[in-house]
């Protein structure tokens, strides 16, 4: 993935200074609790599931661009994984499947109020150079990594530039795919953990206005997996004082009148887990 890799560095649009995370008051709470994992989940479990297999299609066609002979290669990668991607909870893709957190830029998103919040929650300011650096600190064979998504019809040039390095990385494993009659299982579980790896970058177009990012890991086995995903435990330890909190700058409070209460006692709470620095925007 050596041609992937320099191609987002290449392409990476700026990183804004703060990336919100929107979540239920529930979660929020556990967040700012001190030594709070960041706890990353199947793309299936959530409302991304549908962009996900769009980002692995999106691939697939872009084989299957490459002429009859890659044609079938793309067919029984989509047969194999992008149809099955419900399925993933009976651990049945499991060594593939990328487990994900969710950010955006937005500090005044309703969409994503409404959508991870259910009515009542708000979301959480994360220092974009704390995070990122956390994510690069968790030495495991899981490496976490921080990626920008990129939107159809807007990011055309991204888009184009990734499924290219994708080819190039790729490009022997899929030959030996056909050169085999797709019987080459380590040839596929390469092409099939560089999608997984890739698909997450790419959404739809109507959620352009979202602006997002991920923190993404694409689990390379079954140990430490569950049906609900993978409690990555090391980030807590690569932060400052040691803990996920510490990445924080603050919390959005939407301002409601169903929740006005229960948001200023959750402000109250998140003021004392920080130092006076920490900020609540209502």
């Known amino acids: 993935m050596e041609n992937y890799r320099a191609t987002i560095v290449r392409i990476q649009k700026t990183v804004p200074a703060t990336l919100y995370h929107y979540c239920p008051t529930g979660k929020l709470r556990y967040l700012l609790e001190p030594g709070a994992d960041l706890n990353l989940r199947y793309l ?51 060594s593939t499947i990328p487990l994900t957190f969710s950010l955006t830029e937005r500090c005044d998103s309703a969409y994503h109020y409404e959508e991870y919040c259910q009515g009542n929650g708000g979301a959480i300011a994360f220092n974009q150079a704390l995070l990122e ?21 807007l990011n055309k040039t991204e888009i184009d530039a990734i499924c290219d390095a994708f080819w190039l990385d790729q490009f022997e494993n899929v030959e030996r795919l056909v050169d085999s009659c797709y019987q080459d299982e380590e040839a596929g579980r390469r092409v099939l953990v560089a999608i997984c790896m890739i698909a997450p970058h790419f959404k739809r177009r109507k959620f352009s206005n979202d602006n997002e ?17 993978f409690r ?18 603050g919390v959005v409070v939407p301002r409601s009148e169903t929740q006005i209460n229960v948001m200023k006692e ?17």
């Open 44 to 94: 299936s479990y959530q409302g991304d599931r549908t962009e996900y297999r769009f980002g692995a299609r999106l691939l697939c066609d872009y084989i299957r661009g490459k002429g009859s002979r890659y044609r079938p290669v793309g067919d029984v990668i989509e047969s194999r994984l992008v149809d099955n991607i419900g399925c993933v909870g009976q651990k049945t893709l499991a």
């Open 133 to 153: 650096q956390a994510c690069d600190a968790v030495k495991t064979e899981r490496a976490l990594r921080l990626i920008r998504c990129y939107y159809e019809g």
């Open 213 to 229: 990012w991920r923190i993404v890991m694409v689990a390379s086995g079954l140990e430490g997996i569950d049906d609900d995903g």
């Open 232 to 249: 990555a435990s090391g980030v807590r330890d690569c932060t400052l004082h040691g803990d996920l909190v510490d990445l924080m700058t």
């Open 266 to 282: 959750l402000s109250r709470f998140a003021l004392q887990q920080r130092n006076r620095d920490f900020k609540i925007w209502v």
